[in-house]
């Protein structure tokens, strides 16, 4: 049981390249969320699904794009990269809580990605 | 806007020392208050959920507590391998599935 994987773990792009970067679970979560870490800014939720072919815009979601086609993959894409989204990227995922419930989000080893 | 502040940002304690973290929030009905912890170069790791004023939760040298308006992370005679940052979330009934995270607060214990 892997848990949450992130792929890749370090990239380098210049402006305007484009890139995609790949989150799987193997739990059986229906819900997989997109963050991005910065110094002095903490965690910012960039897009989130609630379930297989569902995506939903989160805090800053400008620029980058995402996809839900199977239940364990969570596929987040950069059209045109941009030095200000050079940051580190988490994916975490969590199963469907209760009615009024919370429950808790899982964490992947995150990918650093350089904007040069 | 639901809100967490953390404090102190940064913290240095000398092992067995023990201490507190706070994080405040603002939130339009609180769901859950989550406390994870966060190793250079990794992925925060979760500690523990805490779901209404009075809940206290525990594991090994960590008390986490929670208030209407505040939670608290205790730490009883740290060890250097509690050095991390600690983060705090919490789930708003109104932010569907949403986390707002705090900025953490730096944990650096000496041997």
């Known amino acids: 049981n892997a848990g949450v994987t992130q792929t890749p773990k370090f990239r380098v792009l210049k402006t305007g390249q484009s890139m995609t970067l790949l989150c799987a679970q193997d739990?059986?979560?229906?819900?997989m969320y997109w963050y991005r870490q910065d110094p002095g800014m903490g965690l910012r939720l960039i897009h989130y699904?609630?379930?297989?072919?569902?995506?939903a815009k989160g805090e800053v979601p400008d620029g980058y794009n995402v996809s839900r086609l199977k239940k364990q993959n969570f596929l987040l894409g950069l059209e045109s990269a941009a030095p200000s989204q050079t940051s580190v990227y988490f994916c975490?995922?969590?199963?469907?809580?209760?009615?009024?419930?919370?429950?808790?989000?899982?964490f992947g080893p995150g990918t650093r990605l350089t904007v040069l | 806007e639901d809100q967490v502040t953390q404090s102190p940002e940064a913290l240095r304690l000398q092992e067995g020392e023990s201490s507190s973290l706070n994080c405040s929030y603002t939130?339009?009905?609180?769901?859950?208050l989550f406390w994870y912890r966060q190793d250079p170069g990794k992925g925060p790791e979760f500690l523990f959920t805490?779901?209404?004023a009075g809940e206290e939760k525990e594991k090994e040298r960590l008390k986490a507590t929670l208030t209407k308006k505040e939670s608290f992370l205790h730490i009883t005679a740290p060890k250097p391998e509690d050095s991390a940052t600690y983060l705090c979330?919490?789930?708003?009934?109104?932010?569907?599935?949403?986390?707002?995270f705090g900025e953490g607060t730096q944990l650096t214990v000496n041997p």
């Open positions: 975490a995922s969590r199963r469907l809580a209760g009615v009024g419930s919370a429950d808790t989000q899982y």
């Open positions: 739990m059986n979560h229906e819900y």
């Open positions: 699904s609630v379930g297989e072919g569902t995506t």
């Open positions: 939130v339009s009905g609180l769901r859950g």
């Open positions: 805490l779901y209404s």
């Open positions: 979330a919490v789930q708003a009934g109104t932010s569907g599935s949403r986390l707002t």
